[in-house]
């Protein structure tokens, strides 16, 4: 629901397909392909080690309050006296945690119900497309809010409801994917030398989804990254959890703009910005390397 | 031509996912752990007045009946316009408030909607003709980057460049917050007209700049699908103007596909109205939701969610039917 819109008809224009062993390889031959997994190296990098990188705890107040960088401080502090390159460094990856969890759950769902909605067909295909029928029209961001307003205020909350929201739209790419692989000479070979349908799905179709797999994974990452920070700067989810979200969320209560707090707000901005255009180039890439369209955010 | 079979299949899906959208508003409250009149005091009162709870529990329609005959009282009383009343603006009613600030809303929507679709048609229209020169890959890429911005992110920038900051000879421009000046009087005259206008401009550039890139880029990537079509060939060869073949072959296409995108965007606009109006403290139904969110006014929120889910859900009905009549080819799928 969070993530992409395409028309259908571009996603199952289609040229040469790679297999998913060399599609790493063929990733990085390719400029845009290779810029965006730069970026995303860089960041995974930042997220990982970015805690113990940081000058001072989350949790220290010990600065004046809103200001501007100094050396002691190189993002200066916020309205209590945080450092705000500390708070970036923990939160960045607390905020890839969220993205890259809701991306994995809902890909998980959205490639099942694709696959098995568009290979099975009949009353499984038209059951499940119903409920993604009804998810697609349901409006996302205000099911979101009112699910978080009522649930635990916690990061595994907001990422379930993430999660359960987001498959909708992958898995009507993948199915419609599948639906014109299922037309192609080799699937149809394999039915007939009398190969089980669960083999089928998983042996042959399964790589040749693969590279749409990977685009919705990324896409849906951001978009999660994007959908946290917006429930947090509603002030829902965990506000004590030090994230890009909630960086905003205090900037926003505690009247930054007043202050003038520059530093403090444009980090977590421009971090999700470049997140999203490296998305993008990473897309673009693989659109290009597998001859697969998935769309842009 | 509108077949009568589309407008049947379009009209139950709108009516299931009504459906849908009620059924969670009725059993959210009833089914999440704890008791949400408890919670709502609890934030209010350090022990729990009995006579209070009991009000509330009323409010929310929490009894010990069944659960259909609990859904029964809560449909009749949704078919009535009657929400409950708001915990945060008590003694008003859910209905007077969204009544009061879904006006506001609208107005941001509707302008935001109109004024970036047809900045991404038109903007679109000429990247795509062009597509594949130096300027048009540089515009595309700062589209593609203007797409990626968080719309609350790009709004709080705005407000401190363009409202904080800029002020010559003790001028500002933008007013920093609010939805009209606190000198003048609600109500039709020229000085409240004028100042609400002015207090809405920046949230409107907000909205639209990180909204219309998106259309133009779909604009772009229709029309560069088209370029190849056989007869823009055909145009070609009869020696059209190339304004013409833009305007009378291309555009007129590419249109349809970029119609579809909008509506399917709607949803992701009004999230951005939300976000918009909290940063710049407007007073419309996405302000009144945050509040209700933050000081636990469940009835309000409940409300809030119905309307604007209901309000998502006509407006995609009749872009359904809108693009079916523009394009009779869709109710074959």
Sequence with gaps: MIGNYQNETEIKKKGGLVGSENLLVSLFRNKKSRAGLIVFVIFAFIGIVGPFLAPYSASYTGGANFQPPTNAHLLGTDYIGHDVLSWFLVGTGVSLYVGLTVALISVAIGSIVGLASGYYGGIVDSALMRVVDILLILPGFPLLVIL???????????????????????????????????????????????????????????????????????????AAIVAQAGLAFFGLGDLNSVNWGTSLYWAQTEDAVIYNAWWWIVPPGISIAVLGIAANLFGSGLTEVSGEKAGEI | MITKRYLITRSIYAIATTFVAIVINFLLPRLTPGNPAV???????????????????????????????????????????????????????????????????????????????FLGVVI?????????????????????????????????????????????????????????????????????????????????????????????LTMRNTMVNLNKEDYITMAKAKGLRESHIVKKYAARNAVLPVSTHIVLAFGYIVAGAFFVEIVFGYQGIGYVLYEAVTSQDFPLTDGIFLVITLTVIIANFAADLLYAYLDPRVQLR
Excluded at chain 1, 175 to 200: D, H, N
Excluded at chain 2, 74 to 84: E, M, P
């Design chain 2, 39 to 117: 919670t709502a005091l609890a934030t209010t009162y350090h022990y729990l007045p009995p006579g209070k709870l009991k009000l509330l529990e009323s409010q929310f329609g929490l009894t010990n009946a069944p659960l259909y005959v609990q859904f029964e009282t809560y449909f009749w009383n949704l078919l009535h316009g009657n929400l409950g009343f708001s915990f945060h603006y008590y003694p008003e009613t859910v209905t007077q408030v969204i009544a009061q600030h879904l006006p506001w809303t609208l107005f941001l929507l509707g302008t935001a909607t109109l004024i970036s679709s």
């Design chain 2, 124 to 216: 679109g229209r000429i990247t795509g003709w062009m597509s594949g020169t130096k300027g048009e890959t540089t515009l595309s890429s700062i589209f593609i980057a203007l797409t990626s911005l968080p719309y609350f992110w790009f709004a709080i920038i705005l407000q401190l460049v363009l409202a904080v900051d800029l002020v010559i000879n003790g001028f500002r421009f933008f007013p920093i917050n609010g939805s009209y000046s606190v000198f003048v009087t609600p109500g039709v005259n020229l000085p409240f007209i004028i100042s609400a206008l002015r207090h809405s401009l920046l949230p409107l550039i907000s909205i639209v700049v990180t909204a219309f890139p998106g259309f133009a």
């Design chain 1, 148 to 222: 978080s307003a009522y649930l635990p205020p916690t990061n595994t909350t907001t990422i379930l409801i993430l999660a359960i929201l987001s498959w909708p739209f992958m898995s009507r790419v993948i199915r419609s994917q599948v639906l014109t692989l299922k037309e192609r000479p080799f699937i149809k070979a394999a039915v007939l030398s009398g190969m089980s349908g669960s083999k089928i799905i998983f042996k042959e179709i399964f790589k040749h989804v693969m590279p749409l797999i990977a685009i919705n994974t990324v896409y849906l990452m951001v």
